[in-house]
T-cell receptor, first 114, second 108 residues
Framework: DTAVSQTPKYLVTQMGNDKSIKCEQN?????MYWYKQDSKKFLKIMFS???????INETVPNRFSPKSPDKAHLNLHINSLELGDSAVYFC?????????????FGPGTRLTVT | GQSLEQPSEVTAVEGAIVQINCTYQ??????LSWYQQHDGGAPTFLSY????GLEETGRFSSFLSRSDSYGYLLLQELQMKDSASYFCAVRETDKLIFGTGTRLQVFP
């Protein structure tokens, strides 16, 4: 059983396009996250949601818009894609509060913008 | 500001012991986590230190000294499958701040 799943696994698109990445977790966690990992493997948090409420927005350009329809799903929509958006995007989930140190990551979505 | 420093690369042979250090400077600190990531894979949780001292989980141990803003991950009886990147991550109130990662290469 997959704990945290993401679709698609690979995404190749051209500059200026709009794309979405979907994430689902079946762990019963309250908190979900989006991370961006660049080519140097630097892993940086973008957003987090707790029970569908936005908790963290780490000064991400407003071309990126997360949406959480329920606490098991967190999607990421990206408008007007730029070359610098090329990266691996990871969704993650955790229990809220004091156990947020243990996060479960999805397999990642490798986004390539040409 | 926030910063977490780790060595960029460490090499070792099978069966050896290796220590990966992490020093941090953050505005808020609740504890230090460690994650492993194989090439092409997702980060997976290894260990957490909320208090000073040593935490042991099988072949892996993690240590924290809050007064020194320092922690380390100790990997014993290294196996080829331990070749991966290892990240320390500071736990703040609502999030983890990840270090730059250490690439461990284990040779036969």
């Amino acid at each position: 059983d997959t704990a945290v799943s993401q679709t698609p696994k690979y995404l190749v698109t051209q500059m200026g396009n709009d794309k979405s990445i979907k994430c689902e977790q079946n762990l019963g966690h309250d908190t979900m996250y989006w991370y961006k990992q660049d080519s140097k493997k630097f892993l940086k948090i973008m957003f987090s949601y707790n029970n569908k409420e936005l908790i963290i927005n780490e000064t991400v350009p407003n071309r990126f818009s997360p949406k959480s329809p329920d606490k098991a799903h967190l999607n990421l929509h990206i408008n007007s894609l730029e070359l610098g958006d090329s990266a691996v995007y990871f969704c993650a989930s955790s229990q809220s509060g004091s156990r947020n140190y243990e996060q479960y990551f999805g397999p990642g979505t490798r986004l390539t913008v040409t | 500001g926030q910063s977490l420093e780790q060595p960029s690369e460490v090499t070792a042979v099978e069966g050896a012991i290796v220590q990966i250090n992490c020093t941090y400077q953050t505005s808020g600190f609740y504890g230090l986590s460690w994650y492993q990531q194989h090439d092409g894979g997702a980060p997976t949780f290894l260990s957490y230190n909320g208090l000073d001292g040593l935490e042991e989980t099988g072949r892996f141990s993690s240590f924290l000294s809050r007064s020194d803003s320092y922690g380390y991950l100790l990997l014993q009886e290294l196996q080829m499958k331990d070749s991966a990147s290892y990240f320390c991550a500071v736990r703040e109130t609502d999030k983890l701040i990840f270090g730059t990662g250490t690439r461990l290469q284990v040779f036969p």
